[in-house]
């Protein structure tokens, strides 16, 4: 029924879109999820799985949409198991190493805030599949968001070692949130056609979030403007090979393996 | 062979008020909201079930139970469907559910408080330490503090009670 209102737009570009963002919150999620049994307290442990509980949630929603929409009948357990890494098209951001509790709340942070534009921008998407979805995750990332600017703050804001280290990997991450704003033909295809916005139509409002969030924290805004990219295209950094490794083990070591 | 009756959808969902919450067994599905419709498609039972959570990994042990319910009373054509839209909100936590979650001890949620991820509200709350008064569900005192945004289950953070100093778990608002 859904499926009959949404606008007709090219196949290869929705399925592109769908598994940018499908993808983004997958390979955060297991990164995330790397943390289990290792954060600092007991309460932050907790939190940061269900941080990455939910993000591989909204992955199932992504992908499946994904998958329906090829038509060629592969479900979100087959995109996310069965396809290597020059397959999948999430920003370098997400792949970056965790680093320390702080490295992964900034980076965290970096991508909530965008996370919650974009989500907040599809939740009126022409497409009701895709605005569903949005609607549904945005509730979860308005939370993520406000963990992670509250913690950044804190921590920013805090001693001088904390306060260091926080500015350290502002510093390193910064020139990986560029890549989050560049469009290319398939997000022009679908901003036309009011399905998804453009990428660059975001970067104001993040941009302001982030620059007050960081002020409060006492961090200095990086000036570079240097951008790695290539994620989004398939070109990825050498960590995304390593997460498929281990994420795909299953997989790999007994295809078809099902329980 | 005569026809059998089908029950009314009333009966189903007296049914479905029966089945507990597999996280949290002192509500039932139909108190946490989440069975959105019940109807009848010729001689198909159709069930509309909205997740809590994106990840909540109780949805799949949910739709067991409620086959395995429905299954048990004679229904033998079902059908599950996801409905997404408009999302799962505690606002569909019915007045009953919330004096069970408060008896169990855990805080039911307090309305208007869910996050939106607006800068200015989470600075104010910030200046301000929390403008969200949660009554400590064993004693009744409003001199409890956060201990995390998040718990044991993705619907739940970690408060406790300064009064008492017991520990307890807040149903989150969302």
């Known amino acids: ?259 | 062979m005569s026809r059998p009756v089908l029950p009314s959808v009333d009966q189903v969902r007296q049914w479905l008020s029966e089945v507990p919450d597999p996280e949290i067994p002192v509500i039932s599905l139909t108190d946490l909201g989440i069975i959105r419709d019940v109807a009848w498609d010729g001689d198909t039972l159709v069930v509309t079930v909205t997740p809590t959570y994106s990840g909540c990994p109780a949805t799949s042990i949910i739709n067991l139970d409620i086959e395995q319910a429905l299954r048990d009373r004679g229904i033998e054509k079902l059908r599950l469907d996801r409905r997404l839209s408009p999302p799962w909100t505690t606002d569909w936590i019915s007045a009953e559910g919330r004096e069970k979650l408060r008896a169990y001890g855990i805080a039911p949620p307090v309305e208007g408080t869910a996050a939106d991820g607006r800068l200015a509200a989470r600075v104010e709350r910030l200046a301000s330490g929390s403008n969200l008064v949660i009554p400590c569900p064993r004693c009744g005192s409003s001199r409890t503090e956060m201990v995390s945004r998040f718990g044991s289950t993705p619907c739940k953070a970690s408060w406790r009670c300064t009064e008492c100093l017991e520990p307890f778990d807040y149903f989150k608002c969302i």
């Open chain 1, 1 to 259: 029924m859904a499926a009959a209102l949404a606008p007709v737009v090219d196949k290869a570009a929705l399925f592109e879109f769908l598994t940018r963002t499908g993808d983004n919150t997958l390979i955060l999620g297991h990164r995330v999820s790397e943390w289990c049994g290792h954060s600092p307290v007991l309460e932050e442990d907790i939190a940061l799985a269900n941080t990455a509980l939910d993000l591989i949630g909204q992955t199932q929603l992504w992908l499946g949409l994904a998958g329906e929409v090829e038509g060629k009948g592969r479900s979100a357990d087959d995109l996310a198991y069965l396809r290597d890494a020059a397959e999948f098209r999430n920003v370098l951001l997400v792949e970056r190493p965790n680093g320390d509790f702080g490295f992964t709340l900034m980076r965290q942070f970096l991508f909530d805030a965008w996370h919650f534009e974009l989500l907040t921008a599809l939740a009126g998407s022409k497409d009701p599949r895709v605005a569903e979805i949005a609607a549904k995750s945005l509730k979860e990332v308005a939370y993520h968001l406000e963990r992670s600017a509250d913690l950044v703050i804190r921590l920013g804001d805090g001693t001088p070692e904390s306060r260091k280290r926080m500015q350290d990997a502002l510093d390193e991450l910064w020139s990986y949130t560029g890549e989050l704003f560049i469009g290319d033909a398939s997000d022009d295809v679908l901003a036309e056609a009011g399905v998804a916005p453009h990428p660059a139509s975001l970067k104001d409002k993040w941009s302001v979030v982030v620059s007050r969030t960081l002020a409060e924290a006492t961090l200095k805004v990086p000036t570079s403007s240097y951008v790695h990219k290539g994620g989004k295209r398939g070109v990825h950094t050498e960590h995304l090979g390593f997460i498929l490794a281990e994420m795909q083990f299953l997989q790999r070591a007994y295809p078809g393996a099902t329980w």
